[in-house]
Nanobody
């Protein structure tokens, strides 16, 4: 079992930045790929990006590529989402999630989410 707790959300003006954190506890954090997702009101959940256990492998959705950066610190079992050049369309509840590192696994652990609101 892995418990995930997001923090760092809030209200920011368009063009601004925020950094979200996701603190993990439970099973060995370093054995999991961590992902970030978001869900805007009335829309389906959207994959933002993910980072492998080593931190070397990362991928991002086209909608955030070049603006968002994912990093992790296995020593303190925390993954980060640095969001720059925020737009009103980035307004959503942001979730972190974990899946076993093996290829083809699904995200099975989820945080409770943190609200990000970007004012235009």
């Amino acid at each position: 079992q892995v418990q995930l707790v997001e923090s760092g959300g809030g209200l920011v003006q368009a063009g601004g930045s925020l950094r979200l954190s996701c603190a993990a506890s439970g099973r060995t954090f370093s054995r999991y790929t961590l992902g970030w997702f978001r869900q805007a009101s009335g829309k389906e959940r959207e994959f933002i990006g993910a980072i492998t256990w080593s931190g070397v492998g990362r991928n991002y959705a086209d909608s955030v590529k070049g603006r968002f950066t994912i990093s992790r610190d296995n020593a303190i079992a925390t993954v980060y989402l640095q969001m720059n050049s925020l737009k009103a369309d980035d307004t959503a509840v942001y979730y972190c999630a974990a899946r076993p590192a093996a290829v083809g696994t699904s995200y099975i652990y989820w945080g409770q989410g943190t609200q990000v609101t970007v004012s235009s």
